[in-house]
């Protein structure tokens, strides 16, 4: 499949980039329904979806897809802790939405009801955006690099 085409008919005049790691589009106002059935449509293989704190404190979620022998990251951003559902249209996308819930208290709109996966269901969601700090959220990846750098003596 043409992954250029694919861009074009789902972003036409939106910009994106090959990188050694695939391509990617940055979208924040990326119309993530038409995404999925757009996707769905031209058999595209959701392959998973990352929630990530950005720096002004947003929720970047990227989803990435299995187009042939390429990869494509697509990335938009939650608005106000919230992002319409795709697991109606792509069941592979539900226990994805419910961790990005868990971890970031991000609402998939549209979905009847989200339950818990990796948290009790008596824990609150957002466990990765409790911090001492309030409207600060810290990206655990991040945080994991640094425990790992101090322990070995440097910096990562």
Same mark, same amino acid.
């Not at 910009?15 to 329904?33: M, N, Q």
């Given at each position: 499949?043409?992954?250029?085409?694919?861009?074009?008919?789902?972003?036409?005049?939106?910009?994106?980039?090959?990188?050694?790691?695939?391509?990617?589009?940055?979208?924040?106002?990326?119309?993530?329904?038409?995404?999925?059935?757009?996707?769905?449509?031209?058999?595209?293989?959701? %392959?998973?979806?990352?929630?990530?704190?950005?720096?002004?404190?947003?929720?970047?979620?990227?989803?990435?897809?299995?187009?042939?022998?390429?990869?494509?990251?697509?990335?938009?951003?939650?608005?106000?802790?919230?992002?319409?559902?795709? %697991?109606?249209?792509?069941?592979?996308?539900?226990?994805?939405?419910?961790?990005?819930?868990?971890?970031?208290?991000?609402?998939?709109?549209?979905?009847?009801?989200?339950?818990?996966?990796?948290?009790?269901?008596?824990?609150?969601?957002?466990?990765?955006?409790?911090? %001492?700090?309030?409207?600060?959220?810290?990206?655990?990846?991040?945080?994991?690099?640094?425990?790992?750098?101090?322990?070995?003596?440097? %910096?990562?």
């Amino acid at each position: 499949m043409d992954v250029d085409a694919l861009l074009k008919e789902l972003n036409p005049g939106g910009a994106y980039e090959l990188r050694r790691d695939g391509y990617w589009a940055v979208w924040p106002d990326l119309d993530v329904r038409a995404m999925a059935e757009l996707m769905r449509a031209r058999e595209v293989r959701l %392959s998973t979806m990352t929630g990530t704190p950005g720096a002004d404190g947003s929720l970047r979620v990227i989803y990435h897809w299995d187009v042939g022998a390429h990869l494509l990251n697509l990335e938009t951003t939650a608005i106000e802790g919230r992002l319409p559902t795709i %697991s109606d249209i792509l069941p592979a996308a539900d226990w994805i939405e419910r961790e990005i819930r868990d971890y970031y208290a991000t609402e998939f709109v549209g979905r009847e009801t989200t339950e818990p996966l990796m948290l009790r269901e008596t824990d609150a969601p957002g466990l990765f955006s409790r911090t %001492s700090d309030v409207g600060h959220q810290t990206d655990p990846a991040v945080t994991a690099r640094t425990t790992i750098a101090a322990k070995d003596g440097g %910096s990562r």
